[in-house]
């Protein structure tokens, strides 16, 4: 499954069982997962809490008292102890004990459900309420965190106020910019602000830090500078995205020590690069010495944003630090050929990590029941496919997160295209593959695509009809397996008739033909036929065609295309 931003994938997992139907689940994770490991003791307290000191997630089959007794004791800090994950003794259910957010638990404990097949157990208030916690967004959060949570939770105004518009899930609808002034504050900001008892201050990571330096500068040099310069500044260090500098200093201990213990990226930059950016104070020293006038702020700058740190050295080191615009969020994602269970993970985490969704109305319907409270829905009808990728790019340009939908693969005859069309390099794009409508229609009627094989649509709305007949002819004489989409509809009754002749014309008419109607969804029908018997009039735009190769043969009632292995010593 995928993990919720923010909360952490554990490294080391110390399983811990009392009995030996418990040593069998825990010998199933440890086989599944190369980080987990059996850890035994003396006696099974011993070893829960040798898994405590020395792993940063443990998963317990024992009774939740249990471990509850022993480990009470060592609480110490959610941020820092880690995970407990417990399991009962028949492995029905997987209790997220400890640390939920800030350990990763609750999505540990949902890794080990789906190992074990035994359901997860999350009572982490947000979870419950279907509502993203403020710790689990993947960016830092400071404050009165419990507090402006359970205004969140009571549905009481939270007042909003951020600094621009950022790529954030969506937010119930008491969560607004517009609340009363004294209510609880949620701020998303990079600057230092007063806090209090009811305000609680997201950092999303807007500031780039770029670093020159003499070789062989400490990291305590270097850390002071930007400390100092970034308070001077009143900028948060929570706030920073990375370090940068120039790409002779990738090695350089102080720099690289600096960025680790800020838990931040250093990235790096030819000479190049940076000689060719334009920073307010170039020397000439330095380019003597290094090759371009400037490197901090050249680093900082490079790929834009606003100069708010202008270069401040010290002995040894050089400072500068540069705002970047937000970039918004676009999820390009397949929602599969219909079934829930043929949806992916990722695709379910992209949907409740968008503030908007934008789809064909239709397919909206399908997963409205996953999105969370607050989220902003752009559905429309067939026909305004442009439109919708147009919408989809635009919400993202102005710094929100989207997810645009698309049944299938949203890259086969769907949404990415169009919106990729029109997206630049001011927003962020992530691909979320699905399960076409050509694997669903090839696994229900057997192994069709064993062999080279290739998509066409007959659709003649966007491209025109000489042009598809070009293609058909081409895959017909190539002896490729065709998967036809879009192949008939009540404007266009005809055009399948003449692929499938077209088809006659290269290969015996004997042929295979399947074809699939609403595939893995209500009123899914599968239909075998052969060049010579199929009739078009079973076919709709609701329906995918799979037109067998040559070699293609029925055996056992299904449909089969030899791959042609042949084994040799």
Not at 186 to 204: E, N
Not at 265 to 275: D, G, K, Q, R
Not at 523 to 533: D, I, M, P, Y
Request: charged share 20%; glycine share 10%; with cysteine.
């Amino acid at each position: 499954m995928d993990r919720p931003a923010g909360q952490p994938r554990p490294t080391r997992i110390g399983l811990v069982a009392a009995t030996a139907a418990g040593r069998r689940h825990a010998n199933t994770l440890a086989a599944a997962w190369p980080h987990a490991r059996p850890v035994d003791g003396a006696t099974v307290a011993d070893a829960l809490r040798t898994a405590w000191t020395g792993c940063d997630a443990v998963v317990a089959f024992l009774a939740t008292g249990a471990v509850v007794r022993v480990l009470a004791p060592l609480l110490g800090d959610k941020h820092t102890d880690p995970a407990v994950v417990v399991v009962d003794e028949a492995a029905r259910h997987a209790v997220a004990l400890l640390g939920g957010h800030a350990g990763g638990a609750n999505a540990l404990a949902a890794e080990v459900g789906a190992l074990l097949d035994a359901r997860p157990v999350v009572t982490t208030a947000t979870d419950a309420a279907g509502l993203p916690g403020l710790d689990t967004l993947g960016w830092p959060v400071e404050g009165a965190v419990a507090a402006v949570t359970r205004a969140i939770l009571d549905g009481d105004p939270v007042r909003l106020v951020a600094d621009a518009t950022r790529p954030l899930p969506a937010l119930p609808e008491n969560v607004t910019a517009d609340a009363p002034e004294h209510a609880p504050r949620l701020l998303v900001t990079d600057r230092i602000v007063s806090l209090d008892g009811r305000t609680a201050v997201l950092r999303p990571p807007s500031l780039v830090a770029g670093i020159g330096s003499s070789r062989g500068v400490t990291a305590a040099e270097v850390t002071d500078l930007l400390r100092r310069a970034l308070a001077d500044a009143g900028l948060s260090p929570a706030s920073l995205r990375c370090l940068a500098s120039v790409d002779l200093k990738a090695d350089e201990a102080g720099i690289v020590a600096t960025a680790d213990a800020l838990g931040v990226p250093l990235e790096t930059w030819p000479v190049a690069e940076l000689a060719a950016v334009d920073v307010p104070h170039p020397s000439e020293v330095v380019r003597a010495a290094v090759g371009t006038p400037s490197v901090a702020e050249a680093a900082a700058l490079h790929g834009g944003g606003v100069l708010l740190v202008p270069k401040t050295a010290s002995a040894m080191a050089t400072v500068a630090v540069v705002r970047h615009a937000p970039r918004g969020r676009l999820a390009i994602v397949g929602l599969g050929p219909g079934a829930a269970d043929l949806r992916t993970p990722r695709a379910v985490a992209e949907l409740r990590r968008a503030a908007v969704v934008v789809g064909l109305d239709q397919y909206v319907e399908q997963v409205r029941d996953l999105l969370r409270p607050g989220t902003r829905v752009l559905a429309s009808g067939l026909g305004a496919e442009e439109e919708r990728a147009r919408a989809a790019v635009a919400e993202a340009t102005a710094g929100h997160a989207v997810a645009l939908i698309g049944s299938g693969d949203a890259g086969v005859y769907a949404m990415a295209s169009p919106a990729l069309d029109h997206a630049d390099e001011r927003i962020d794009v992530v691909g979320v593959p699905g399960v076409t409508a050509a694997l669903a229609a090839s696994a229900l009627l057997g192994a069709p695509l064993g062999h080279d094989h290739a998509y066409l649509s007959l659709s003649d709305l966007h491209t025109p009809w000489a042009v598809i007949a070009r293609r058909v002819a081409a895959a017909a004489e190539g002896d490729f397996v065709a998967l036809l989409y879009n192949p008939r509809s009540r404007a266009r009754d005809w055009q399948l008739g003449a692929a499938l002749e077209t088809f006659a014309a290269h290969r015996p008419l004997h042929t295979p033909v399947g074809v699939v109607r609403n595939a893995s969804r209500p009123g899914e029908r599968v239909h075998l036929a052969t060049l010579a018997t199929l009739d078009p009039a079973l076919v709709d735009m609701y329906s995918v065609v799979v037109v067998g190769s040559s070699q293609t043969r029925i055996v056992g009632g299904r449909m089969v295309t030899p791959r042609g292995y042949r084994w040799r010593p």
